[in-house]
């Protein structure tokens, strides 16, 4: 599997838009962008994943680039709560293995 | 539909004793992966099971951990002789059987503290 550079950290103010950048320029054709966050002691929680198109669910944005050697996640609204460790991981779906690989990722501190 | 569920939640053994910690899938869920995470590091994979096999145990320490998901019942992470080493979350993680459908969805960890 690829591998991928995040910032150690990043603060964002609370109700403001969290963009957390994700670079994987070693990425194959056929491997994936997943984003995962985990809050302190809490298992890992799924947000989105995607391809090569930009894709929206209810918890975030993630946007590709056109070469797929870089990602973003936008958080829209950033909360107190969203205070947590991302973690960009890229996999081939599907593959003979499902594990994933997570590096140090992105701790986000959300501010008041 | 009730998340992945893991218990113990903690875990206390004194070294030398045996930890068996079991986690529940989703219901609908076939696959299940056990990750450890040591204190201030990042989450490492151990295993990857599917009912009544083990897919991938490239992540499994060679001694004393075994890993299983029979045909009825959770999956069990059972670890001998414990030391102090192996205090760590453990979680559990599974997925759908649905092909192209490969989310992962982790359970709450169960924290083993070994004396």
């Known amino acids: 599997d690829a591998k991928t550079t995040q910032p150690p950290s990043m603060d964002c103010a609370e109700g403001r838009a969290a963009n957390l950048p994700c670079n994987h320029s070693?990425?194959?054709?056929?491997?994936?962008v997943y984003w995962y966050r985990q809050i302190h002691s809490q298992g890992p929680q799924y947000i989105i994943h995607?391809?090569?198109n930009n894709e929206t669910n209810e918890m975030a944005s993630l946007i590709i680039t056109e070469d797929r050697k870089s990602s973003t996640l936008i958080l829209p609204h950033a909360t107190l709560r969203d205070t947590a460790v991302y973690y960009c991981?890229?996999?081939?779906?599907?593959?003979?293995?499902?594990?994933?690989?997570f590096g140090t990722g992105t701790l986000l501190a959300v501010q008041p | 539909n009730a998340g992945v569920m893991q218990n113990p939640r903690h875990l206390v053994r004194r070294r030398g004793q045996e930890a068996r910690l079991r986690c529940s899938p989703m219901k609908g869920h076939s696959h299940v992966y056990w990750y450890r995470q040591l204190p201030e590091e990042g989450l490492k994979f151990m295993v990857y099971?599917?009912?009544?096999?083990?897919?991938?145990e490239s992540g499994m320490p060679k001694e004393r951990f075994s890993a299983e998901f029979p045909k009825e019942g959770p999956s069990i992470l059972r670890i001998q002789q414990v030391v102090r080493g192996d205090s760590a979350a453990y979680f559990c993680a599974s997925s759908p059987t649905d092909a192209g459908n490969y989310e992962q969805y982790f359970g709450p960890g169960t924290r083993l503290t070994v004396t």
């Open positions: 995607g391809l090569k």
């Open positions: 099971l599917q009912k009544e096999n083990i897919i991938d």
């Open positions: 070693t990425i194959s054709g056929n491997e994936y």
């Open positions: 991981i890229v996999r081939v779906a599907g593959g003979a293995t499902n594990k994933l690989i």
